[in-house]
């Protein structure tokens, strides 16, 4: 089975620009998280999703950033304008159950970075 | 809400020893999991074990056992005969099972096996 998959890899843009990551999570799995990843902050969870909802948004740092999962098989994040502050690695997730023994799945990463 | 503390930034061992990744947790939830991840260079996710607050045994999976102490709210886990592969970063996380709970991070343990 194909793991999580996130395009692109590496993105690299500047100021001003819109940005959009995008995540295709595990077949079958009803759950998707959006985290950054950064030196300062270590792993901060953005936003999650359940059967295509969002259901906490509470980490999105601001109206810049949007996430939207149109249907069980892609999601997308955007940054729009995008800042210097914003370069990190973001990473999508997925899972089985919210709850128990069944862990997130990371894709490999997009590493931002606004020049 | 939920918190996860590891306190050594930085670990050395050498190849074929067995190494102990420490992490402490704090939560008033009565039922939650504990989680172990991998990080290596090239920047992936990788899931490594899991342990249930309910869980009578420690959770063994192949070289990675965890070394958990209820009562102390502790999580550590031992890696068993070092290979040079297991030089990466290390987190630990734990998620409540009730309602929505989400995968919180601690800021992660670096680990560097010599030969």
Redesign the interface.
Known sequence: DAGVIQSPRHEVTEMGQEVTLRCKPISGHDYLFWYRQTMMRGLELLIYFNNNVPIDDSGMPEDRFSAKMPNASFSTLKIQPSEPRDSAVYFCASSLSPGGNSPLHFGNGTRLTVT | AQKITQTQPGMFVQEKEAVTLDCTYDTSDPSY?L?W?KQPS??????LI?Q?SYDQQNATEGRYSLNFQKARKSANLVISASQLGDSAMY?CAM??????????????TMLLVSP
């Open positions: 999991g989680f991840y090239s920047g992936e996710m990788i899931f899991y249930g987190f998620r409540a099972n009730s309602g929505y709970s989400t995968l919180t991070f601690g800021k992660g």
